[in-house]
């Protein structure tokens, strides 16, 4: 069976400190586990991070059908066995797996961190909508042998990242068969049918975030019953990249928050 790749930031506990809280990190459309590489030497004592690459991202064999419900299901089976509290973190349609768990499989994680979520609620991207653009992933892959495309995504996605961050990135873009059927899965009649959740969760955005704006933040909120919402000055969709340091800080502090109101 196909489940997503994992890495583990193995962080010893402290005596006298706080319980180790562990943060499954989700990444969004057309990336993987990398995503979150730049993040991990800024995180504080007694948070580890648990990035994992979906099945059918970053060149790893697709899932069955793929949808965001077969998505959340192999997750919830692999994080099982994580020392806890265990956070989900999920960011773009990592952030719609999220959803998804917390949902159908809420117990288990202590928590979600909603970090700009991939949610077809007619604010969000239009590729998320039924019959319309397809995720960037298929269009680098079908101009793959077409130089302007991994110019276009350094230029304009990842500019002024160092060079071995740019590098992965652009190689993750054409790795990623799965992106669609997740994307297409996560449609208009998914969202409608979400409900209120018992999981304590926190949707997280940047002000700056053009990729996806928070605008959306407010209706998710009231539609899963998040108790949180955190809208960041001046961050963009990818302050893992850009802001790393900032983003340990923060993603630590919700990760903490929702531990603490699960009890």
Do not use: K
């Not at 506990?13 to 562990?22: D, F, K, N, Q």
């Not at 995504?153 to 190689?171: G, K, T, W």
């Amino acid at each position: 069976m196909n489940g997503p790749e994992q890495r583990t930031d193995e962080r010893p506990a402290v005596a006298g400190a706080e319980p180790l809280v562990t943060i499954v990190a989700v990444h969004g459309d057309s990336a993987s586990a990398a995503r979150f590489d730049r993040v991990t030497p800024h995180l504080p004592d007694g948070v580890r991070l648990v990035p994992v690459t979906l099945p059918g991202f970053g060149g790893t064999p697709a899932l069955g059908d793929g949808t965001v419900t077969d998505h959340a299901a192999r997750l919830a089976e692999r994080i099982g066995g994580l020392t806890g509290p265990v956070v989900v973190l999920g960011h773009g349609l990592g952030g719609t797996v999220a959803i998804e768990i917390g949902q159908r499989h809420g117990d288990a994680c202590a928590g979600l961190v909603l970090h700009a979520p991939a949610i077809p609620d007619g604010r969000g991207r239009a590729e998320l909508r039924a019959g319309s653009l397809p995720p960037l992933s298929r269009v680098v892959n079908a101009a793959s042998n077409v130089p302007f495309a991994a110019v276009a995504a350094r230029a304009v996605a990842f500019r002024d990242l160092p060079a071995d961050v740019v590098e992965r990135a652009c190689e993750d873009l054409g790795r990623a068969e799965g992106s669609a059927a997740l994307a297409a899965s996560a449609d208009a009649a998914w969202y409608d049918a979400l409900e209120p959740s018992s999981v304590p969760t926190v949707i997280l955005w940047g002000d700056r975030d053009h990729w996806r704006g928070p605008a959306s933040a407010t209706g998710l909120a009231h539609r899963i019953g998040a108790g949180r919402v955190r809208v960041v000055s001046g961050w963009g969709h990818l302050p893992m990249l850009r802001r790393p340091r900032d983003y340990a800080v923060e993603i630590a502090q919700l990760a903490r928050w929702v531990a603490t109101e699960a009890g």
